[in-house]
T-cell receptor, first 110, second 112 residues
């Protein structure tokens, strides 16, 4: 099975930077996803890391260390619309099973 | 824009009734996931399919839930009989192994 841990809540100020950590333990690893989910909506794709290192995409970056079972999502220049839940998900085993952490609720304050 | 389509978007039903939720995956995607989301449990994987074959349905209560893919363009999730504790949002997602997984907008189920 897999165990995926991320903080429950984070609060930051508009314009600031927030880093959301995710640690995982899994049998077999095929990649790590980050999704954003606004209240009452479906999760939307943010990033997908398969290899170690940093992937940058505009204001959002995602990092992966496979040896440490660790990833983070970095949100820069925070905007009010970034207030949402951020979900870490691991694709594992030979069958690319996708399992999610409980999500981190980020609140951006003016 | 290609998208995963789910029906119904919202459903209110009485306890004991049968509920069927449908999902049309994105054309060309051979992997389909069913998730349930509640405030308490987050996103739980209920079942998933590859090339229409079930790979894992261990997250699904077997006595009342069933999931099938009658063809490559349709996945179904059925609850019979429904209970109030089944009230949740049910998401379908599709993709290809090693690529992005896309979610449908969800079916919001309330069992009274």
């Amino acid at each position: 099975g897999q165990n995926i841990d991320q903080p429950t809540e984070m609060t930051a100020t508009e314009g600031a930077i927030v880093q959301i950590n995710c640690t995982y333990q899994t049998s077999g690893f095929n990649g790590l996803f980050w999704y954003q989910q606004h209240a009452g909506e479906a999760p939307t794709f943010l990033s997908y890391n398969v290899l170690d290192g940093l992937e940058e995409k505009g204001r959002f970056s995602s990092f992966l260390s496979r040896s440490k079972g660790y990833s983070y999502l970095l949100l820069k220049e925070l905007q009010m619309k970034d207030s949402a839940s951020y979900l870490c998900a691991v694709s594992s085993s030979n069958d690319y099973k996708l399992s999610f952490g409980a999500g981190t609720t980020v609140t951006v304050r003016a | 824009d290609a998208r995963v389509t789910q029906t119904p978007r919202h459903k209110v039903t009485e306890m004991g009734q049968e509920v069927t939720m449908r999902c049309q995956p994105i054309l060309g995607h051979n992997t389909v996931f069913w998730y349930r989301q509640t405030m308490m449990q987050g996103l739980e994987l209920l079942a998933y399919f590859r090339n229409r074959a079930p790979l894992d349905d261990s997250g699904m209560p077997k006595d009342r839930f069933s999931a099938e893919m009658p063809d490559a363009t349709l996945a179904t999730l059925k609850i019979q009989p429904s209970e109030p504790r089944d009230s949740a949002v049910y998401f379908c997602a599709s993709g290809q192994p090693g690529n992005t997984i896309y979610f449908g907008e969800g079916s919001w189920l309330t069992v009274v």
